[in-house]
């Protein structure tokens, strides 16, 4: 695998992370429950999927409504924090990706959305 170059495009401090939930209605609670913290600035609750992956040495096949979760990288933590307490699956699934580029007025908002409410509310 080529490493990246030293002058590698900039981090836009946005996250782009992924889950799966079990039913839709699952999926809606966790997804308002997320914002509603603001701990996302938005959460796209995506089409069923199914998902084939391997679980205590069994290969399963199950429906799943994944969701997509914008946020600010200094909001993971306490998102994870949140989402291991309210999802129903022993070991959810979460992964976080980095943006490197966008559309300037979008970054700001969903930077400026999931920003805690005092952050948000403080003058620039």
Do not use: N
Request: charged share 20%.
């Amino acid at each position: 695998m080529t490493p990246l170059p030293e002058d590698r495009t900039p981090d836009t401090g946005l996250r782009v992370l992924f889950t799966t939930a079990p039913d839709a209605g699952t999926a809606q609670r966790i997804a308002q429950a997320l914002v509603d913290a603001r701990l996302a600035a938005c959460v796209t609750v995506l089409a069923p999927a199914t998902s084939v992956y391997r679980w205590q040495g069994a290969v399963e096949t199950a429906q799943e409504w994944p969701l997509m979760i914008k946020t600010a990288a200094a909001r993971v933590p306490a998102l994870k924090e949140a989402l291991v307490r309210m999802h129903p699956y022993e070991v959810p699934e979460l992964i976080a990706l980095s943006v490197v580029d966008g559309l300037p007025g979008y970054l700001g908002w969903a930077l400026g959305a999931s920003a805690p409410e005092d952050a948000a509310a403080a003058p620039a």
